[in-house]
């Protein structure tokens, strides 16, 4: 992994967050400049990464993933920063998941070396690429998915022609009915798994993956036993076609951010004779958020009370900083930040903390009750007051986040802070 251009790379007053008029400095000076968010150094809205989060979001996910006997592969999407996939990888992530053409292009550039796309392998260009880098790099490691005959067909016929000297490593993928990619049936994935075989040795039949995340309930409880046929499914799927998996261990890889707990403990008892590897593919765990995955893991930790024994949960990491700009009416305030800078699907930001510049000591205050962003224009966020809101005009407003994969690709450049905002490093973002 050579991040050298990453952190050589000039910022200056083009590139959002950062203070009009400074001069173009390298990424990694930016902790020598000295600037504090709570000071007014840098313009706001900007978006913030607080370290100490980070650190113990990343303790937390090791301490479960011992404790389950799992490995992960973080999904890259969530950030698109090679830094923090670095920083994964020395958590002792075993790969990086990837969703697309642009994202494999990317983390090849920094020479991650191990890459699950959690994809179809679709089109020319792309699947040229990957089977030139895999010519080209004796270390590189490519794993994407299939389901259908027609797609492994595809894929063979491309080996063959631009032959790598290793093959594409498959995992087969379930679906459920109504909803995304995956095959549907035991006859489909086992129709899937010989057409694997029979490419052999241009591709390699590895494991068996699916995404749960989209599984929905009129209940929590309901949501969570969906996941668990599910995941049964997947398991299924890899009994009924385990004699026809390449040597090594059998992947079975599930787990988005909301139900890795299920995903370790059902294929857990999978019940397959060769060994297996349990990889789950959270992105979201290292920077949680305020809203949306605040609420899955504290349904996870209901369903999954043990989980308590690894001590506190993960903590948001990621914050958007505003301005208020305009107090028309007594119940109405906008700040200075709107759809341009903040996720608002499927939640909008919550105002979470509040600062006076210029008041000592230099430290937010929690938003008391009764304040909501209720709309979000390009540039605007419409905050709804309570009577005696203390909140005046050009004060600074921390808003939380839900989703965080939507806040990442609206910054070029994120700030990471300590406990006190002073500015202490910054990660580049490539969506």
Same mark, same amino acid.
């Given at each position: 992994m050579n991040l050298s251009d990453i952190e050589a790379g000039l910022l200056d007053d083009r590139v959002k967050g950062m203070p009009g008029g400074v001069a173009p400095f390298p990424l990694q000076a930016i902790a020598a400049k000295g600037w504090n968010v709570l000071a007014e150094d840098l313009p706001l809205p900007l978006c913030v990464l607080h370290q100490s989060a980070l650190d113990h979001n990343a303790r937390w996910m090791r301490a479960f993933l011992g404790a389950a006997n799992a490995v992960i592969a973080p999904h890259?999407?969530?950030?698109?920063?090679?830094?923090? %996939?670095?920083?994964?990888?020395e958590d002792g992530a075993w790969a990086i998941t990837v969703a697309n053409a642009q994202q494999i292009h990317v983390a090849r550039h920094y020479g991650f070396a191990r890459i699950v796309l959690a994809n179809q392998l679709v089109g020319k260009q792309i699947i040229r690429f990957v089977l030139d880098e895999l010519k080209?790099?004796?270390? %590189?490691? %490519? %794993?994407?998915?299939?389901?259908?005959?027609?797609?492994?067909?595809? /894929?063979?016929?491309?080996?063959?022609?631009? =032959?790598?000297?290793r093959p594409i490593q498959v995992l087969l993928e379930g679906g459920v009915v109504g909803a995304r990619t995956g095959c549907r049936d035991l006859d489909a994935a086992r129709a899937v798994a010989h057409a694997v075989k029979a490419a052999e040795p241009y591709l390699a039949l590895r494991g068996v993956e699916g995404f749960e995340g989209i599984l929905t309930g009129a209940t929590p409880e309901e949501a969570a036993a969906r996941v668990d046929r599910f995941l049964d499914f997947l398991a299924a799927i890899a009994r009924g076609c385990e004699e026809l998996f390449a040597p090594g261990p059998i992947i079975l890889s599930a787990g988005g951010s909301a139900y890795y707990d299920r995903v370790v403990e059902r294929f857990g008892r999978a019940g397959l004779k060769r060994p297996t590897m349990i990889l789950t593919r959270s992105g979201c765990y290292l920077t949680h958020d305020h809203v949306m995955y605040s609420e899955l893991f504290a349904a /996870?930790?209901?369903?999954?009370? $043990?989980?308590?024994? /690894?001590?506190?949960?993960?903590?948001?990491?990621?914050?958007?900083?505003? @301005?208020?700009?305009?107090?028309?009416?007594?119940?109405?305030?906008?700040?200075?930040?709107?759809?341009?800078?903040?996720? @608002?699907?499927?939640?909008?930001?919550?105002?979470?903390?509040? @600062?006076?510049?210029?008041?000592?000591?230099?430290r937010p205050q929690p938003?008391?009750?009764? $304040?909501?962003?209720?709309?979000?224009? #390009?540039?605007?966020? @419409?905050? #709804? /007051?309570?009577?005696?809101? =203390?909140l005046q005009v050009g004060d600074m407003v921390g808003f939380g986040i839900s989703h965080p994969c939507l806040t990442f690709d609206k910054w070029q450049v994120i700030c990471v802070v300590d406990d006190d905002y002073d500015v202490i490093a910054a990660v580049r973002t490539f969506f």
């Open positions: 890259g999407k969530t950030t698109m920063s090679p830094q923090l %996939f670095r920083r994964q990888l080209r790099d004796p270390g %590189f490691e %490519f %794993f994407c998915l299939a389901d259908s005959v027609a797609a492994v067909e595809m /894929l063979a016929r491309a080996a063959r022609e631009r =032959p790598a000297g /996870l930790s209901k369903r999954s009370p $043990h989980l308590h024994n /690894l001590g506190e949960g993960p903590r948001p990491a990621l914050e958007v900083w505003g @301005y208020i700009q305009s107090r028309p009416e007594p119940t109405r305030a906008l700040a200075t930040l709107g759809k341009r800078d903040v996720s @608002y699907d499927p939640h909008l930001p919550v105002p979470d903390q509040w @600062y006076r510049p210029g008041a000592t000591p230099r938003v008391p009750p009764g $304040h909501r962003v209720s709309a979000l224009n #390009d540039q605007h966020a @419409y905050l #709804d /007051l309570p009577a005696g809101s =203390p």
